[in-house]
């Protein structure tokens, strides 16, 4: 049976890569796809405690140690009918370099629904330097967003139906950011805080952040969800010791204790950590292996950030993962890519907001300023029908000082 004339679906004319902000930029602290990429004075970057934290220059800020130092990638992809689609995410100069002198010989020339094959490819052929993360895995992910996106605007249809439709009507939120006590306020059903402090604190550290999740308990209440996020920053003993004194204050998931390839890590403190408490980890992880291993160390949330994992290509091989083990995939933080994605997995009962206001009091889009159109939750919920736009229902704001370092 051949197509209808009116299904002979386009193929993609052009792929070109901008960056904003990052280390090569003129103009910092605009937030965007690198959403680190904050002004002063912002919760995001306040004496967070990292892998860097035992050096003390590096200790009061993670953009001293470059955490911002990539920027934002914009992908956007253009089809024979003149349909564009684009995508954000984190990798700044190098990945326009990646996009337009290696990843473009698979893109252009295919057709808009050719997305699976170009996701092989460009996966493939990156293999001997992609390391199976990091920046070129971030550049594949926004090549992949922005595929996607352009399929939804060439069918007119949003991303979540592309992908078999809800499950849900709504998503509910919880919040990250330095102020659980505010996101409970808003309507979000859980806050998960920064920890401040590691292992080069010892017990003095423990006791420190001990008294920030005290102090928000006693300003929330029991029923609240609260969380710790560690960015890495642990040991499986200084991780071990945390978790059981934050027991008695019904800490519901201890996030990212150790750096993303130290499954034994993840494998002992599952061991270790008091029953009911939940362990998560994911959002540094850039494979499908690396996801695999991790539900085999018996992380009870998966975290993949669909901008930084592959795309929603590898979201939704990653949730199938934890799916066969009756585990959980909650994104982390990435606004409309995300989810599109999530309203669409049974094993996603909730997801993450990112606070990007600088005092985390008030309800900025995610990626602000860059998404025009970028929704997010009113009271904690975000409905299916707000994501019912083309695509993922967002469009570049041009406006933004957006910079084309290459050109192929
Ligand atoms: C708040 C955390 O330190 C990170 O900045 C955040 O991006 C990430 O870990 C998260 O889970 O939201
Ligand atoms: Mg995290």
Redesign the pocket.
């Known amino acids: 049976m051949t197509l209808a004339p009116s299904l002979k679906l386009p193929t993609i004319t052009a792929i070109r890569a901008y960056s904003m902000g990052g280390a090569a930029a003129t103009i910092h602290g605009q937030g965007g796809g690198d959403y680190?990429d904050q002004g002063k004075d912002h919760w995001?970057d306040d004496h967070?405690a990292t892998p860097m934290s035992k050096y003390e220059e590096y200790k009061q800020s993670r953009q001293s140690f470059g955490i911002n130092v990539l920027g934002t990638l914009v992908v956007e992809v253009e089809a024979s009918d003149g349909t564009t689609g684009f995508a954000v995410s984190t990798a700044g100069n190098p990945g326009c370099f990646i996009v337009e002198h290696h990843l473009s010989r698979f893109v252009e020339g295919k057709r808009v629904d050719q997305i699976k094959l170009i996701h092989d490819q460009m996966l493939n052929s990156t293999l001997f330097y992609s390391g199976g993360g990091g920046v070129v895995i971030n550049t594949i992910s926004c090549v992949d967003l922005a595929l996607w996106d352009l399929y939804g605007k060439v069918l007119h249809l949003p991303v979540y139906k592309l992908l078999g439709g809800a499950v849900r009507d709504t998503i509910h939120f919880y919040a990250?950011g330095a102020r659980p006590d505010l996101a409970q306020k808003m309507g979000f059903i859980g806050g998960?805080m920064?920890t401040h402090w590691g292992p080069a604190d010892d017990d003095e550290g423990i006791a420190k952040d001990i008294a920030m999740l005290a102090d928000m308990r006693e300003r929330v209440g029991d029923d609240f969800w609260l969380m710790f996020?560690c960015?890495m920053s642990q040991t499986v003993n200084y991780a071990t010791k945390l978790a059981h004194a934050a027991a008695p204050y019904k800490l519901k998931w201890i996030?990212?204790c150790f750096p993303p390839n130290q499954i034994e890590s993840y494998r002992q403190l599952k061991k270790n950590m008091p029953a009911g408490m939940l362990m998560t980890t994911g959002?540094h992880t850039g494979t499908i292996e690396g996801f695999k291993e991790l539900s085999d160390a018996g992380v009870d949330i998966l975290?993949p950030d669909v901008g930084w994992c592959g795309g929603v290509t590898s979201l939704c091989e990653i949730a199938a993962i934890a799916k066969s083990r009756g585990q959980l995939v909650v994104p982390?933080?990435s606004s409309v890519y995300s989810h599109h994605a999530v309203i669409t997995f049974t094993n996603t009962p909730f997801s993450?907001f990112?606070m990007t206001s600088p005092h985390a009091d008030s309800l900025r889009p995610q990626f602000d300023p860059i998404l025009v159109g970028e929704p997010v939750p009113e009271g904690g919920i975000m409905t299916a029908e707000q994501l019912d736009k083309p695509g993922f229902g967002v469009e570049l704001n041009r406006d933004c000082p957006l910079e084309r370092p290459f050109r192929h």
């Open positions: 680190h995001i967070i990250t998960k920064p996020d960015w996030e990212e959002e975290q982390h933080g993450e990112l």
